[in-house]
Each structure stands twice: as structure tokens, then as C-alpha cells.
């Protein structure tokens, strides 16, 4: 049996700290989807960690954490975040299996991606310039190299074939902001290092553990908004971070896919260019973003703030067929007085609950519905009947209009600060 965990915004809404909270529940956890653009944090014993690469299930004892086929991983992080965990005393040798089909971002991939983003001014997308987009775009034109091929005698040259393609295309794009000797260095040691862990047909190793009624949690990266068919295009990452993607991601049947948990903030926010109709650029905008410490996991870079959005949510549960919600950040929105949620968008005259095809281009006003907000510390709340009554009024709207019951509540980045909602 399968369970998906995925976020329904535009990323960052907490899906590693909620991963870590419930993986208790799991005896495999496998991330289908995405690669160093991620940012998972988790904070516990007092400390922050941050996961690219690796599933949230890895500070668990005896949990099975896969790197599955749909992600694409640069060795040299995959190495560091390795040396990293290591350093906690983890087990990760046993306990991290890496798809052979997992594809491999080259240094090369890096170059192009900063290439890319520098030939389109100001139509950037804001990429984590990680390597992502044309790594994605080696493995749908059928060039990419994949972790099954450094075990191989002819990796060198299959990786110089490669890199000689790329390096007239960053030529083509007269970009000359890099020095190969100097990356491909520790790209090659990072392959020494990595070519001591388990590489797995992880497809057969799934669907024997679904045969043999394991746990396993499908762990997703970014959000559904920033999904490469149904995200705001072309505002979006490469690869299917929707519920689909774990299909193709993993090699999962869908008929064994149980519950879809949709991951939200009270609030929303977005890192990178791209349409966001509910965007605050005000004081409270910058009041949420401190609040909310609403700083790149990965980049450090600022994320937007604004509204919730719930055209936009409801499109997402609808994609993925969320089974049950949980609401994040619920803390930060204390002490505002009046807390806006957009319900439908406007153009001209006209009022409608869809996301329209051309979002990225349109002229479209949230319509909102107010709320009374609340003053509370939510933080220091462990019990659902001890939160305010507002704040109830919040959740039980977005569930109605969502259909959608929330049964996690978060009130702080801690494995402690959460509420079960039943
Ligand atoms: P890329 O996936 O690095 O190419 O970035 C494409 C877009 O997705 C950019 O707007 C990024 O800021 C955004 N993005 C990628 N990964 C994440 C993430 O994990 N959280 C939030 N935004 C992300």
C-alpha cells in the first residue's frame, strides 16, 4: 500500500517536516519526483536539518528511504548531504537505495541551466539553477546518463560524448561563466563515494514491498502548481509534481495508491518569476514573510507572500485526488487582524473558480472573503479544542470549500508543534 505526500502550492509548504512526523507510520519512504531544487527541513533535538536529494524517512531507524527513477540527482550534493546525515551517527549505507534509473545531473547540466536563464532576461523562471530543467530535458530526448550507468566499464566516455554536446550548446548561448576542469573534479569524486551504495531496480523493490503489504509513502518535491503539465506554465519546475508522477516516478501500480495527503500553508507563497494572484507586495507581506522566516531552504532567496488561494487549491486537490489536508504555518497568521482567502478570481465583469490557461499572461483580481483573525500564540497549543475560535472558523471554511477534511495542523517547525485534528 501506497501513500502520497505532496504539496498543493507552489512549493515549500512543509512536506519534510510532516514526512518526519509520520514516517513512524512507514516502513519505506521514497521520493518519486524533483531533485537539489528541494528543500526539505526538519527540525527536532533542537536542530535544522536540510534534505535535496535524500526522503525525509532518513532520521528514522529502520526506515528504507528511495531515491526512486523519477528523481534526478547531482552526485556531488547527493555526497555531501550523505557526509552530512553520516555525521549524525545514521546508518544511511543500509538504508538508502538509489534507483539505477535515476537520472544523473551533470556539471555540464548546471552550466546550461545558469545559460538558459541568462539568455531570457527578464522572462526568467527563477530557477534554483541546480541543473534541473536540463537534466529533465536530456532524460525526454533520450541522452541523459542514469546512476545504473557509473557502475558501467564505458561511463567516461558515454559522459564525455554528452558533455561535448552540451558544451556547444552553452557556446551557442555564448556563456563562458564557468571552467570545466574545475567542476568536473568533484563531480568524478562524488562518483568514487557514491559507487559504494545500493543501487536497486527500485521498481521490482517497491512492487515486491507492496506484495508483501509494506508501508510505503510516496514523498513529493515542490508543489502541484509548479508541475510541468498543470502548473503555471511556464512558471514551473520539469517535472510531474502531482500525484501522476508517482506512478511513472516509482513504478507504482495505480490501482495501490491509498491515501493522497495534500500539504498546505495557511497562507501562500512562491520563490522565482511566475503568476501569483494573491500576492501581498505591502507591509503585511513582508510581516508574513519574517513571521513566517519565509527564506529559500535551498537558495536563501526571499519567497513572495500573499492570500491563500483557494481556486488555486481546489485545483490542486482535484489533480491529486487529496484524500486529507494538513495546514502548515498556522502560527504565522496570528496577531493579523483581518485574514483575507481568495474564493474566485475576476476579469472585467466576470467571476469564476477556475485557473485560467493563460494565467501567466492574464490581468486577473482575487475576489476575497474576510475572516476575523486571532491573537494567540498557536505555537504553544497541543490539543485541537484548545485553539481559538477563530481560528477553528478558518479551518472549517477551507475544508468545506475544499471538500476536503484538514486533519493536521501545524503550529511551528518542531516534530512537537503539531495538532491532530481528530
Ligand atoms: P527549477 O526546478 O530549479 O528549474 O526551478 C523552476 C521554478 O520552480 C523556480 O521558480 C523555482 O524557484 C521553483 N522551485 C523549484 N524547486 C522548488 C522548491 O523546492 N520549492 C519552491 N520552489 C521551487
Not at 160 to 173: A, P, S, W
Not at 250 to 273: H, M
Amino acid at each position: 500500500m501506497v501513500d502520497v505526500l505532496l504539496g498543493l502550492q507552489w512549493g515549500d509548504e512543509g512536506k519534510g517536516k510532516i514526512a518526519d512526523f509520520i514516517t513512524p507510520q512507514y516502513d519505506i519512504v521514497a521520493r518519486f519526483q524533483g531533485g537539489p531544487n528541494a528543500g526539505h527541513s526538519l527540525h527536532f533535538n533542537g536542530k535544522k536539518f536540510v534534505l535535496n536529494t535524500i526522503p525525509s524517512g532518513i532520521f528514522r531507524e529502520n526506515c528504507i528511504n528511495i531515491i526512486g527513477n523519477g528523481v534526478v540527482a547531482d552526485p556531488q550534493r547527493l555526497n555531501k548531504e550523505i557526509e552530512n546525515i553520516a555525521n549524525e551517527g545514521i546508518d544511511i549505507k543500509n538504508n538508502l537505495l538509489i534507483s539505477k534509473k535515476t537520472h544523473l545531473i551533470l556539471p555540464t547540466h548546471r552550466v546550461l541551466d545558469a545559460a538558459n536563464e541568462a539568455s531570457k532576461g527578464d522572462k526568467k523562471i527563477g530557477s534554483t539553477l541546480r541543473g534541473i530543467g536540463p537534466t529533465y530535458m536530456d532524460k525526454t530526448g533520450r541522452n541523459g546518463l542514469r546512476m545504473g550507468d557509473i557502475l558501467t566499464y564505458d561511463f567516461e566516455s558515454k559522459y564525455r560524448e554528452l558533455t561535448n554536446k552540451h558544451l556547444k550548446l552553452i557556446q551557442n548561448l555564448s556563456y563562458t561563466e564557468f571552467n570545466l576542469e574545475e567542476i568536473e573534479k568533484p563531480f568524478f569524486e562524488s562518483l568514487e563515494f557514491l559507487r559504494n551504495f545500493k543501487f536497486i531496480d527500485s521498481e521490482y523493490y517497491i512492487n515486491n514491498a507492496i506484495i508483501q503489504n509494506k508501508k510505503i509513502l510516496a514523498e513529493g518535491a515542490q508543489g502541484s502548481l509548479l508541475d510541468i503539465d498543470f502548473g503555471t506554465y511556464p512558471f514551473v519546475t520539469s517535472s510531474n509534481t502531482t500525484a501522476g508522477g508517482v506512478c511513472t516516478g516509482l513504478g507504482v501500480p495505480p490501482k495501490a495508491i491509498n491515501k493522497v495527503i495534500g500539504i498546505f500553508k495557511a497562507y501562500c507563497t512562491r520563490v522565482g518569476s511566475g503568476p501569483f494572484p494573491t500576492e501581498l507586495n505591502d507591509e503585511l507581506g513582508e510581516k508574513i514573510r519574517q513571521n513566517g522566516m519565509e527564506f529559500g531552504a535551498t537558495t536563501g532567496r526571499p519567497r513572495r507572500t500573499g492570500w491563500l488561494d483557494l481556486p488555486a487549491l481546489n485545483y490542486a486537490v482535484m489533480i491529486n485526488g487529496v484524500s486529507e489536508l494538513v495546514m502548515m504555518k498556522s502560527d504565522v497568521l496570528s496577531g493579523i487582524e483581518n485574514i483575507n482567502v481568495c474564493v474566485s478570481y475576476k476579469t472585467g465583469n466576470e467571476n469564476y473558480e477556475m485557473l485560467p490557461f493563460d494565467i501567466a499572461d492574464s490581468h486577473i483580481t482575487p475576489v476575497y472573503e474576510n475572516f476575523r483573525g486571532w491573537n494567540e500564540n498557536l505555537s504553544v497549543l497541543r490539543n485541537y479544542s484548545e485553539l481559538p475560535t477563530s481560528f477553528k472558523n478558518y479551518c472549517n471554511n477551507i475544508s468545506a470549500k475544499t471538500k476536503c477534511p484538514i486533519s493536521i495542523i501545524s503550529v511551528g517547525p518542531d516534530r512537537e508543534e503539531t495538532i491532530y485534528c481528530n
